[in-house]
């Protein structure tokens, strides 16, 4: 979910072409699709004479993906893994966008993926 000026402008939700074994995996990988949507964006707005002077901010509710892009030295086993660390930690080390925890019970985007309980509610 891509707020631009506090509006919603971009909503991405698909399969996935790789088979992660675990969450950490297939986070990352989407944390990786969404830093390129990302700076495609910057891209975009710079080319129409947008001044784009600050960082954006991506949220996330696997806290130990965020904690792996902020460790320049971590050691991830798999390739695809290894490949989405170090473009999404070359990113924050330029500082194109920065990770930040969000709860599960307040990440918006959870709204459009996940089926909800009759009874449950959302904070917010």
Known sequence: L????CAPIYWFSKKQGSCESSSFGSEFIAMKQCCEYL???WYKL???????DSCCYVYGDNQSVLCNTTIPD???KKKSQSIAYHFVREGAARDEWRTAYVNT???????????LSAGEKRAG
């Open 2 to 5: 891509v707020y631009l000026n």
């Open 39 to 41: 700076r495609g964006l």
């Open 46 to 52: 710079r080319m129409m004479g947008i001044p784009v």
């Open 74 to 76: 971590s050691k991830l």
């Open 105 to 115: 019970h307040e990440n918006e985007s959870d709204l459009l993926t996940k089926v």
